[in-house]
């Protein structure tokens, strides 16, 4: 079982930045891919990055790439999503998750664990 935990959504005028973090539970956080999924009102649930095991390997949405940046630490059990250069069509609800099946890593379906949400809200 893991738990996350998201923090760093919060209110940004356009061309900001802002960090999420999301913390892990157990010792096995190392053993997951991660991902970051986001949920605009209204509309399904979308990837936006994903980032492998040791960090090495990186994917993203093509509407985000260029200005976001996925990255982990595993000795802290965390994996971040810097975002720059926000946009208002990025506001959504941003939800880290976790897998433990083989990838790619870029459905809901392919995660196993979820965080609860934070909220991003990108103001023109």
């Known amino acids: 079982q893991v738990q996350l935990v998201e923090s760093g959504g919060g209110l940004v005028q356009a061309g900001g930045s802002l960090r999420l973090s999301c913390a892990a539970s157990?010792?096995?956080?190392?053993?997951?891919?991660m991902g970051w999924f986001r949920q605009a009102p209204g509309k399904d649930r979308d990837f936006v990055a994903q980032i492998s095991r040791d960090g090495v390997i990186t994917y993203y949405t093509d509407s985000v790439k260029g200005r976001f940046i996925i990255s982990r630490d595993n000795a802290k059990n965390t994996v971040y999503l810097q975002m720059n250069s926000l946009k208002p069509e990025d506001t959504a609800v941003y939800y880290c998750a976790a897998a433990g099946k083989r990838g790619p890593y870029r459905s809901v379906s392919e995660y196993d664990y979820w965080g609860q949400g934070t909220q991003v809200t990108v103001s023109s």
């Open positions: 157990g010792r096995t956080f190392s053993s997951y891919a």
